[in-house]
């Protein structure tokens, strides 16, 4: 009711279920799964900054997606291990707020550097000439700070509207706190969260998923008109940030239409999967992708 609203301070993450004695099992999985995150996206930083050739923009936007990675899998990986092994699987509503607003800035801020460096490939393939005077590195400072203050200014608007909200109930059906999960236990109107939400949704998606199109519609034009050879190393110089952006795509999509859509059908198990796809897959393969196909990164790392 909306008198009991104001006294819910925790909430119940119901998609842990009676997790019985596989949790061993399934604590041991994270457990390695937020290891092996660490351990690459560390190496790849380590990498970068230790070779001086590797001091551009395009290196230093891939720090900054490695960085934004361990960002939001300690926001996430650390309360999923501790509540793998508890048997009450209750977050406060402090906790809860934080984990919202820490996840959903790691999800813009993964996507607006994902723009970027599709901007950054864009300027070295059709400017190659004027790529030094274009793309420097104070100017890849601004974008990055700015990405990551517009998505934390973003957010904050975002959670300040949903922290209004009167709530009806305490149970969230995920394994993780998201802002749909909180604006949906409402008992009142959530019209002006949900425009908002779509504005928000698309200056943190849509713009930069333009941006990307536009930047690769540019490189396929100049690459139609080039010889084989300039068009191999196009796609060679492309094809790494193009499976970062499918993978991260595929993992936002998942969780929209888990979202949106009624998934009862499906056992919980695959739901749970399926949500947390987008904080483990990217984090996980994106250092290993990058390191294995840049072949600067791979002689440095062989050095170390």
Not at 136 to 165: D, E, G, Y
Not at 258 to 267: E, G, L
């Amino acid at each position: 009711t909306m008198e009991n609203s104001s006294h819910i301070k925790s909430f119940i993450l119901a998609a842990y279920g009676e997790i019985g004695q596989i949790r061993y099992f399934y604590f041991t999985i994270t457990l390695v799964l937020y290891v092996g995150i660490i351990v690459a996206n560390s190496l790849l930083i380590a990498v970068i900054s230790v070779e001086r050739t590797l001091h551009e923009p395009m290196y230093f936007f891939l720090c900054a997606l490695s960085a934004n990675e361990l960002y939001g899998s300690t926001v996430l990986f650390p309360s999923l291990l501790v509540n793998i092994l508890s048997d009450f699987h209750e977050v406060s509503k402090f906790q809860c707020i934080m984990q919202i607003f820490c996840l959903n800035t790691y999800g813009s801020i993964e996507f607006s550097d994902l723009a970027v460096m599709s901007y950054d490939r864009y300027v070295s393939i059709c400017y190659p000439l004027h790529y030094n005077r274009i793309m420097t590195l104070n100017k890849a400072c601004v974008f990055l700070i700015f990405i990551w203050l517009f998505s934390m200014v973003r957010f904050a608007i975002n959670l300040t509207l949903t922290v209004r909200l009167p709530l009806c109930g305490n149970i969230i059906e995920k394994v993780y706190c998201d802002n749909y999960s909180l604006v949906k236990l409402a008992c009142t109107d959530t019209n002006v969260n949900n425009i908002y939400g779509l504005v928000g949704t698309f200056f943190s998606i849509g713009l930069p998923l333009l941006l990307i199109f536009y930047s690769y519609a540019k490189i396929l034009k100049i690459c139609l008109n080039s010889p084989r050879q300039s068009q191999i190393k196009a796609f060679n110089t492309c094809s790494t940030h193009l499976v970062s952006l499918v993978n991260f795509s595929i993992g936002c999509l998942l969780e929209i239409i888990k979202n949106r859509f009624n998934m009862s059908h499906i056992p919980n198990e695959v739901r749970v999967a399926l949500s947390l796809y987008f904080l483990i897959f990217p984090p996980l393969l994106n250092p290993i992708i990058y390191g294995l196909r840049i072949t600067t990164i791979r002689t440095t790392f062989k050095k170390l």
